[in-house]
């Protein structure tokens, strides 16, 4: 196993990357609120959460990677009242977006999505919990969880009270909570809102308490990775702390947190309401997938980046200058030991870099160099260079490599995720799955034995 560190919110210091069972690694990263179309820096998070993942199953790692849909929540409530169209729909045409959107991105390392209203029963019963332990309390429109119960609330971000700079959407205002910031963890029931009948009273969930009913219900209640956007450090994932914790009496809930920058778009942060807000799929006309790709992975994950024209181009002309390397290798050349010692050097300094924290830019610096260096050589680029460029893409998924595809892993995966969601009848999102590989020469041949797939051959 390789020696991994990484940086961990938890503690605010680079570690050692051991997880509870020596050669599994159980990994949650918050996912999308479905109310609306996904933005860039979804892309941006998710794109890196996606690299992280397979950079952890090229270190030996058997990884599983969940990740929650939040389909119940008072965006998509409002969305509804707003186009009068029911909220369950709402919430279940932008999750197939989503999943469209990551499809085209080529974040394929995703094992799980649960969605919260598949997870009341799980979410009512970590609720009784901290009643009986004295942690939640009710007011005349639902539950909220008592912050003076749970010292530790404020380990991960070291605050605990809202700073105005806070991008804070969900805000539980209550004139009798018992401290301004208890949130709450079951909403009663409104007219025109969707509800469930339970031990609690009829209504629905708070935000916070369906990612932890999620992952408990997956992997327990103390699991190795938890990840996200780094706005959603406090209140959220100080939320899920409490919870968590405070219901099961065992800590941590995560022994590695990792945040990722946040992005600006054109010089300014996202924002619908000034007009600064740039979809997915609004993207993709300014930029393929592979751009975008290499974009967000050109920088590290923990620092904030800009989106813009000049960021685009400069990531196009990287990507570029990559492929068109890879073009003037001759894979019939014979290397000689010198040349194949150039490759493994630098494989092995990436995978320094990539070790320390999953440094990309180091990693792709190194590569550069190396480019540079066979640019220059007399002896022509041979079949080890074009592995190298291989092994490369197989983590970032951003080069177009003649003569190279997606490996049979990558396509093994996404074949039952589409054979998973056509059994759910999630037809699009399946078709997109199929559009993906047949663009990458992959065919797909259906049958009641399951699905076979083969590589198209070109004369």
Request: overall charge negative; hydrophobic content about 35%; glycine content about 6%.
């Given at each position: 196993?390789?020696?991994?560190?990484?940086?961990?919110?938890?503690?605010?210091?680079?570690?050692?990357?051991?997880?509870?069972?020596?050669?599994?690694?159980?990994?949650?990263?918050?996912?999308?609120?479905?109310?609306?179309?996904?933005?860039?820096?979804?892309?941006?998070?998710?794109?890196?959460?996606?690299?992280?993942?397979?950079?952890?199953?090229?270190?030996?790692?058997?990884?599983?990677?969940?990740?929650?849909?939040?389909?119940?929540?008072?965006?998509?409530?409002?969305?509804?009242?707003?186009?009068?169209?029911?909220?369950?729909?709402?919430?279940?045409?932008?999750?197939?977006?989503?999943?469209?959107d990551m499809a085209a991105l080529g974040n394929t390392r995703v094992?799980?999505?649960?969605?919260?209203?598949?997870?009341?029963?799980?979410?009512?019963?970590?609720?009784?919990?901290?009643?009986?332990?004295?942690?939640?309390?009710?007011?005349?429109?639902?539950?909220?969880?008592?912050?003076?119960?749970?010292?530790?609330?404020?380990?991960?971000?070291?605050?605990?009270?809202?700073?105005?700079?806070?991008?804070?959407?969900?805000?539980?205002?209550?004139?009798?909570?018992?401290?301004?910031?208890?949130?709450?963890?079951?909403?009663?029931?409104?007219?025109?809102?969707?509800?469930?009948?339970?031990?609690?009273?009829?209504?629905?969930?708070?935000?916070?308490?369906?990612?932890?009913?999620?992952?408990?219900?997956?992997?327990?209640?103390?699991?190795?990775?938890?990840?996200?956007?780094?706005?959603?450090?406090?209140?959220?994932?100080?939320?899920?702390?409490?919870?968590?914790?405070?219901?099961?009496?065992?800590?941590?809930?995560?022994?590695?947190?990792?945040?990722?920058?946040?992005?600006?778009?054109?010089?300014?942060?996202?924002?619908?309401?000034?007009?600064?807000?740039?979809?997915?799929?609004?993207?993709?006309?300014?930029?393929?997938?592979?751009?975008?790709?290499?974009?967000?992975?050109?920088?590290?994950?923990?620092?904030?980046?800009e989106l813009n024209d000049s960021t685009l181009e400069q990531a196009?002309?990287?990507?570029?200058?990559?492929?068109?390397?890879?073009?003037?290798?001759?894979?019939?050349?014979?290397?000689?030991?010198?040349?194949?010692?150039?490759?493994?050097?630098?494989?092995?300094?990436?995978?320094?870099?990539?070790?320390?924290?999953?440094?990309?830019?180091?990693?792709?610096?190194?590569?550069?160099?190396?480019?540079?260096?066979?640019?220059?050589?007399?002896?022509?680029?041979?079949?080890?260079?074009?592995?190298?460029?291989?092994?490369?893409?197989?983590?970032?998924?951003?080069?177009?490599?003649?003569?190279?595809?997606?490996?049979?892993?990558?396509?093994?995966?996404?074949?039952?995720?589409?054979?998973?969601?056509?059994?759910?009848?999630?037809?699009?999102?399946?078709?997109?799955?199929?559009?993906?590989?047949?663009?990458?020469?992959?065919?797909?041949?259906?049958?009641?034995?399951?699905?076979?797939?083969?590589?198209?051959?070109?004369?």
């Amino acid at each position: 196993m390789m020696s991994i560190k990484v940086h961990n919110t938890l503690t605010n210091r680079t570690e050692e990357f051991r997880p509870d069972r020596e050669a599994e690694v159980r990994m949650f990263v918050c996912g999308p609120t479905v109310y609306g179309p996904s933005h860039v820096g979804h892309a941006k998070t998710y794109t890196q959460f996606d690299f992280i993942a397979r950079y952890l199953v090229a270190s030996g790692y058997e990884v599983t990677y969940l990740q929650n849909i939040t389909d119940v929540d008072d965006k998509i409530i409002r969305r509804s009242a707003e186009e009068g169209v029911p909220p369950e729909e709402i919430a279940a045409h932008f999750e197939n977006q989503y999943l469209e959107d990551m499809a085209a991105l080529g974040n394929t390392r995703v094992d799980i999505h649960a969605r919260a209203h598949d997870h009341i029963d799980a979410i009512v019963d970590q609720i009784k919990r901290l009643i009986e332990r004295g942690h939640a309390y009710q007011l005349d429109d639902g539950w909220y969880f008592d912050l003076a119960s749970f010292p530790a609330y404020g380990k991960l971000s070291g605050r605990t009270e809202l700073r105005p700079e806070d991008s804070v959407s969900r805000i539980d205002d209550h004139s009798k909570k018992r401290n301004p910031g208890d949130f709450a963890l079951w909403k009663g029931r409104k007219d025109g809102e969707p509800y469930w009948e339970t031990e609690l009273g009829q209504g629905r969930p708070g935000w916070h308490i369906e990612d932890t009913a999620i992952t408990e219900t997956f992997f327990g209640p103390s699991y190795d990775l938890h990840g996200g956007a780094v706005d959603l450090i406090f209140p959220h994932h100080e939320a899920e702390v409490a919870q968590m914790e405070a219901a099961s009496g065992i800590e941590p809930l995560a022994r590695y947190w990792m945040h990722t920058g946040l992005l600006r778009v054109d010089g300014d942060k996202m924002s619908k309401s000034t007009g600064n807000f740039l979809t997915i799929r609004d993207a993709l006309t300014r930029a393929s997938a592979r751009t975008l790709r290499y974009a967000f992975l050109s920088q590290h994950y923990r620092s904030s980046m800009e989106l813009n024209d000049s960021t685009l181009e400069q990531a196009r002309g990287a990507r570029r200058r990559i492929e068109n390397f890879a073009r003037t290798i001759d894979p019939a050349h014979t290397d000689s030991p010198a040349n194949t010692a150039r490759a493994a050097e630098a494989w092995k300094a990436m995978r320094e870099c990539l070790d320390d924290d999953f440094d990309a830019p180091g990693a792709l610096a190194v590569l550069f160099q190396y480019i540079r260096e066979q640019n220059r050589a007399e002896e022509p680029t041979g079949p080890t260079a074009l592995r190298l460029i291989e092994d490369v893409n197989s983590l970032f998924g951003c080069f177009d490599i003649p003569g190279s595809a997606q490996s049979d892993a990558v396509i093994d995966h996404l074949v039952r995720e589409r054979d998973r969601l056509r059994a759910a009848r999630e037809f699009a999102e399946a078709d997109a799955i199929r559009d993906q590989l047949t663009q990458q020469g992959v065919v797909l041949e259906d049958s009641p034995e399951g699905t076979r797939w083969w590589k198209e051959t070109t004369s």
